[in-house]
């Protein structure tokens, strides 16, 4: 009966709820940026109450929870000694996230009329869709960018805590720079492919924003 409906929380926890609130939705809008204008609106809410009401619970308890199997904060019997370590959600959401839409993808299969016509008779080439703004793509990553520093700085969770003020401008150069990294040697590694392929050099900005 503690803490049903967030009885008994003190303004810690309340907060404390509201960041892993936030990660919850995160792990479902994964899914539905795979899913999306190819299920109906009942299967979206469906998947996602099961999900975040049942799967990624599951998940983050075994993962971040002291008494989690998975948790390297176990008192004893620790998983191979040292447990697994999740600062930031790189397993406990994205993974979580994307394993659920891997699975989703493969029961829908391939958008309806890109690949097979509507009787499912595979066409000659495939039928080509009408392009996205580039420039709405590029606002999305830097948006998505942006965000990542409240998500694996705020991590830490409390800041006046021990050192852990020393820890967060570490995780925003980290977290810079991975993102940058990223997007630098995708965007490289396709240049070299298409030139090996084609004999010319290109430079994509969509697969920079992927990376």
């Excluded at 479902?28 to 990624?56: D, N, P, W």
């Excluded at 971040?64 to 600062?87: K, T």
């Excluded at 977290?175 to 994509?204: C, D, P």
Aim: glycine residues 10%; proline residues 2%.
């Amino acid at each position: 009966k503690d803490n049903f409906f967030m009885m008994g929380l003190d303004y810690t926890e309340k907060s404390f709820w509201l960041f892993q609130l936030a990660f919850c939705s995160a792990s479902a809008t994964i899914v539905a940026g795979t899913l999306a204008e190819r299920c109906q609106m009942f299967a979206y809410l469906a998947y996602s109450l099961m999900l975040a009401g049942f799967v990624y619970p599951i998940v983050v308890h075994s993962i971040w929870s002291p008494s989690g199997f998975l948790s390297a904060n176990r008192s004893q019997d620790v998983l191979w000694g040292v447990g697994m370590v999740d600062f930031a959600g790189s397993n406990v959401v994205h993974v979580t996230g994307g394993v659920t839409a891997l699975i989703a993808t493969k029961i829908l299969g391939p958008r309806t009329g890109r690949f097979h016509d509507v009787r499912g008779r595979a066409l000659e080439t495939p039928k080509e869709f009408t392009a996205h703004s580039l420039a709405l793509q590029m606002l999305g990553v830097f948006i998505l960018w942006f965000g990542w520093y409240g998500f694996n700085t705020g991590s830490i969770l409390v800041i006046t805590k021990n050192v852990n003020y020393t820890f967060v401008s570490r995780i925003a150069i980290n977290t810079t720079l991975a993102a940058s990294s990223g997007a630098i040697m995708t965007l490289f590694i396709n240049t070299f492919i298409q030139e090996r392929m084609t004999g010319e050099v290109t430079y994509n900005l969509q697969y920079a924003m992927n990376g």
